[in-house]
Nanobody, 116 residues
């Protein structure tokens, strides 16, 4: 079992950067897929990025070239580096962990607001 806690969200100007963190309560070494999803009010939750235990990454079309997902197994933490932020990036960002044969886990979310 794993508990996920996001941090690093906040208010940033267009063109700015943020790094989101997702800290797990235990080892993430065996978690097959971790990822970031986001949801704006009234909209469907959408993929931002995923990363497998082997290091393979996948990005949503809206953030390709601007975001980088990574995971540090020693720190039990996953990160999302976001650059060149746009107002349309404003959303609640959720951490996700897919652990085969165990379950699919979500964090509580962290708010990202991009505005001048």
């Amino acid at each position: 079992q794993v508990q996920l806690v996001e941090s690093g969200g906040g208010l940033v100007q267009p063109g700015g950067s943020l790094r989101l963190s997702c800290a797990a309560s235990g080892s993430i070494f065996s978690i097959n897929v971790m990822g970031w999803y986001r949801q704006a009010p009234g909209k469907q939750r959408e993929l931002v990025a995923t990363i497998t235990s082997g290091g393979s990454t996948n990005y949503g079309d809206s953030v390709k070239g601007r975001c980088t997902i990574s995971r540090d197994n020693a720190k039990n933490t996953m990160y999302l580096q976001m650059n060149s932020l746009k107002p349309e990036d404003t959303a609640v960002y959720y951490c996700n962990a897919q652990w085969y044969h165990v379950g699919d886990f979500w964090g509580q979310g962290t708010q990202v607001t991009v505005s001048s």
